[in-house]
């Protein structure tokens, strides 16, 4: 009943059990995330060896995939749907605010508020640029360049004057709108935009601001009006903010100067660039059906001119993110606000207001 176990079972039972703890011990070291190790090197090594698996798993699917398209190809059938890559921009909350191609209300709202007789043409944008009262040296340089962006834009000096006696001087002055740049510790770190003469008065935050001279290879602007682009101001307020912005510029641009003014929002950072876009003639050799080079009758290869457009940056580069956006001209005491941001409203990533 109760014999001892012989000697070859015992050691065989102990072989089993060690060549398990080998394989449990292998995968454990394949598994460990270099965050574990403390050795640099080891986990530079780690992690690079893991970055080479992702890399070649992945090239191991698109290959798959291609070889799949192309046999349905030639089969004559339909080929599987391209997967649409998960992101927060398509899986946003649904918003009741959301513009829609056929709102009539939408349209008529827009032939009655502030900014129509600007983008009808029957005014011409007269911007007046200022300052806070303390300024700094970096203020006026973006301020310099915003005159080069803006078409007919003034700057005045801020001086000791509050900000409503401007806004008076500026209507009798016949401007359209005002921007307030307002610096902190040196830096630029918001823009107040006021629509003249009723309104509204936009706060935006400052960020990311990159100045000309800092832009790699950056292009210098021409006088010519710029082409303006606005993406992705879907609600209503974001069909507001933008029509706010498109009052800034003229409504002829002039494509001959090839400048480009983009405002883009995308989870409600309004990025803003300035390009000019350049044709350039680059030549390309030609090659007949076959793949090879086609030559001429002396032997030579023939060299076809081909144009392509590239993108030149001229500068300057920042983020905007809206504050507040204010009935009226600008006034913290008895001002009504439209729209207020609140640290309560960050609850959920998926949620925008643009």
């Known amino acids: 009943m109760g014999g001892k176990r012989k000697k070859g079972e015992s050691e065989g039972m102990e072989g089993d059990n060690d060549s398990k703890n080998n394989n449990k011990k292998m995968k454990q070291k394949s598994e460990m995330l270099p965050s574990s190790i403390k050795n640099k090197e080891k986990r530079s090594a780690v992690h690079a060896k893991l970055k080479h698996q992702k890399k070649l798993e992945k090239r191991k699917k698109l290959k798959a995939r291609d070889a799949s398209e192309k046999r349905a190809l030639e089969l004559g059938e339909e080929p599987a749907p391209k997967q649409i890559p998960r992101t927060i921009e398509n899986t946003r909350e649904a918003d009741e605010t959301v513009c829609m191609p056929d709102d009539e209300e939408l349209f008529v709202g827009n032939d009655a508020d502030e900014f129509s007789s600007i983008l009808k043409r029957d005014r011409i944008p007269k911007i007046l640029i200022t300052t806070c009262r303390f300024n700094s040296t970096r203020g006026p340089a973006f301020i310099a360049e915003l005159l080069s962006v ?182 913290t005491k008895g001002g009504e606000y439209e729209w207020v941001h609140k640290p309560e409203m960050d609850t959920s990533r998926r949620r925008f207001f643009l």
Do not use: W
């Open 150 to 331: 803006i078409p007919n834009a003034h700057y005045y000096k801020r001086g000791t004057y509050d900000l409503k006696k401007i806004v008076e001087y500026a209507n009798n002055k016949e401007f359209t709108s005002i921007i307030v740049v307002h610096t902190n510790r040196r830096e630029p770190d918001a823009l107040l935009i006021i629509g003249l003469p009723d309104g509204p008065t936009a706060h935006f935050k400052l960020s990311s601001l990159v100045l000309r001279k800092d832009i790699k290879n950056h292009g210098n602007p021409t006088g010519h009006m710029p082409e303006l682009v606005l993406n992705n101001f879907t609600t209503r307020l974001g069909h507001r903010i933008g029509r706010l912005i498109q009052a800034l510029f003229p409504q002829d641009p002039n494509f001959r100067g090839r400048r480009v003014v983009t405002f883009h929002n995308q989870r409600d950072f309004i990025f803003f660039r300035h390009h000019r876009y350049i044709f350039e003639t680059k030549e390309s050799k030609q090659s007949d059906s076959k793949g090879k080079k086609a030559k001429d009758a002396k032997g030579d290869s023939i060299a076809k001119e081909k144009v392509v457009a590239r993108l030149q940056e001229c500068g300057p580069r920042f983020t905007l993110k809206l504050v507040s956006l204010q009935h009226g001209t600008f006034d």
